[in-house]
């Protein structure tokens, strides 16, 4: 049968948040506000854009948080315009774990709140463009933990949700995995601690990026 391993992007493949927190302090800033703690914006990593806003700013409209996604995906284009994804390296390990899932017979997916565009750049830099069957994103899913995303990578990848798992940073990915019926890894390298992974329903959850392929044997 087939077995589906779908990674998260931010904070699971990458370390973003340099260029995160800088796209929301600038969108932030062209909308006269003062920027979020950078704690408060890694804590959303992981939500779409509109979402995210939300979270950071739950007293504003719609409209202001519809012009604040705006703003920051303005800024986040400008920043890879400028060379900016050199500051979204890939995690210690990360190349090595997906070629040994690979080997072992797993087909590798992508759910992440990044557009088709931005995941698209990601996944070139780093010369991963080949490596997985299904790619899920923002533009085409609601926000997680909806299990809108996973549900389409397993339906793309022939997977079955007891032979899928979800492999994430945040409570997020974690959530989600439990409303698509897929197993919950959590990383540790990520945006939110392991115990929130746990009381989220991580069965599983990985200290370094080589524990991947032995966790899921």
């Given at each position: 049968m087939t077995r589906l391993a779908v990674f998260d992007c931010d904070g699971t493949l990458v370390d973003s948040q340099?260029?995160?927190c800088r796209a929301m302090?600038?969108?932030?800033a062209a909308?006269?506000?003062?920027?979020?703690?950078?704690e408060a914006t890694r804590r959303i990593v992981g939500l779409s854009l509109v979402e995210a806003m939300r979270a950071l700013l739950p007293d504003a409209d719609e409209a202001a948080h519809r012009r604040l996604a705006q703003d920051y995906k303005h800024a986040f284009h400008a920043m890879r315009g400028n060379g900016g994804l050199g500051d979204?390296?890939?995690?210690?390990g990360i190349v090595a774990a997906i070629d040994q899932l690979a080997a072992d017979g797993w087909?590798?997916?992508?759910?992440?709140?990044?557009?088709?565009?931005?995941?698209?750049l990601l996944l070139a830099h780093h010369g991963l463009s080949d490596?997985?069957?299904t790619l899920q994103?923002?533009?085409?899913?609601?926000?997680?933990?909806?299990?809108?995303m996973l549900l389409a990578a397993m339906?793309?990848?022939?997977?079955?949700?007891?032979?899928t798992a979800m492999i994430g940073d945040t409570s997020f990915d974690m959530a989600m995995a439990r409303a698509a019926g897929a197993t919950a890894v959590g990383v540790a390298w990520g945006y939110h601690a392991p115990d929130e992974l746990a009381a989220a329903g991580a069965k599983l959850i990985a200290g370094h990026a080589r524990d991947l392929p032995g966790m899921l044997a």
């Open positions: 340099a260029n995160i302090e600038t969108a932030f909308n006269g506000l003062a920027p979020p703690p950078r979204e390296p890939l995690f210690d087909l590798l997916g992508v759910a992440t709140g990044k557009s088709d565009r931005g995941l698209g490596r997985f069957v994103t923002a533009d085409r899913h609601p926000s997680k933990p909806d299990p809108s339906a793309e990848a022939g997977a079955e949700p007891h032979m």
